[in-house]
């Protein structure tokens, strides 16, 4: 299940209710609107999303990852539009009966969301700027979320 | 002819200055539909940043295009 929402994410809990006794090992990923970036004071970030897009390659990645790392149960959600500090961006989470099937499903996810899922972030700077941020995972290698 | 419907999004949109257009002219390919929107707009971007998606799936740059595709040059994403 991958969902695209403007309200805030629902919590990992309740993303991935874990009825199945079968999994003893979930792993949770939350990127977070942080206050900085390259320096400059970040007040609030905007994620423009293609939505027809982003839904149907957001569910393309995670049946890559069922595969993948089978078995594994993996869910992941996407914000968009306006966010504050510290409110959460994306949430990705892995459940299988071991962790390192949890760890790496969770880690290749959200690898494939911030290398292809089309949505885009613009910054918004304490100095009353604001601009589009190149992607961090390949050009220069920005820490996450 | 052939007609299309453009979507912009980041920083192309904001160069479009608009989020969609329809697109009438002689093209086949998104690569050949880029050429031709680099004629009326100045993006930012260059072909080789981007990548393309039709109907809401992504596509090679020389795909054949339908009639009343939707199309998109996809920036370099930063969502996570």
Redo the contacts between chains.
């Keep these: 299940m991958f969902l695209l929402q403007s309200e805030p994410l629902p919590s990992p809990e309740d993303l991935l209710p874990l009825a199945d006794h079968a999994c003893g090992g979930v792993v949770t990923f939350e990127?977070r609107v942080r206050d900085h970036h390259e320096g400059r004071a970040v007040t609030a970030l905007e994620?423009?999303?293609?939505e027809?897009?982003a839904?149907?390659?957001g569910a393309r990645i995670l049946e890559e990852a069922a595969e993948r790392f089978s078995p594994v149960r993996v869910v992941a959600a996407?914000r968009h539009g306006r966010l504050g500090l510290g409110e959460a961006?994306?949430v990705v989470v892995a459940a299988s009966a071991h962790r390192q099937e949890a760890f790496a499903a969770c880690r290749w996810v959200?690898d494939a969301?911030?290398?292809?899922?089309?949505?885009?972030?613009?910054e918004h700077y304490a100095d009353g700027t604001r601009a589009?941020?190149?992607?961090?995972?390949?050009?220069h290698g920005t820490e996450?979320? | 002819m052939m007609n299309v419907r453009v979507?912009y999004?980041?920083?192309l949109?904001?160069a479009a200055g608009t989020g969609a257009e329809d697109v009438t002219g002689e093209f086949r390919t998104p690569a050949d539909l880029w050429t031709h929107l680099c004629a009326r707009h100045v993006f930012p971007l260059g072909a080789g940043d981007l990548?393309v998606?039709v109907n809401?799936?992504?596509v090679p740059f020389d795909v054949l295009l339908g009639d009343g595709d939707?199309v998109?040059f996809?920036?370099?994403?930063?969502?996570?």
């Design positions: 990127g994620y423009e999303a293609y027809a897009l839904l149907a390659e996407h961006a994306v959200i969301i911030k290398d292809r899922l089309p949505v885009w972030k613009r589009w941020v190149a992607c961090g995972c390949h050009h996450a979320p | 979507r999004f980041a920083q949109r904001d990548r998606s809401a799936a992504y939707e998109a996809i920036p370099p994403v930063s969502g996570g």
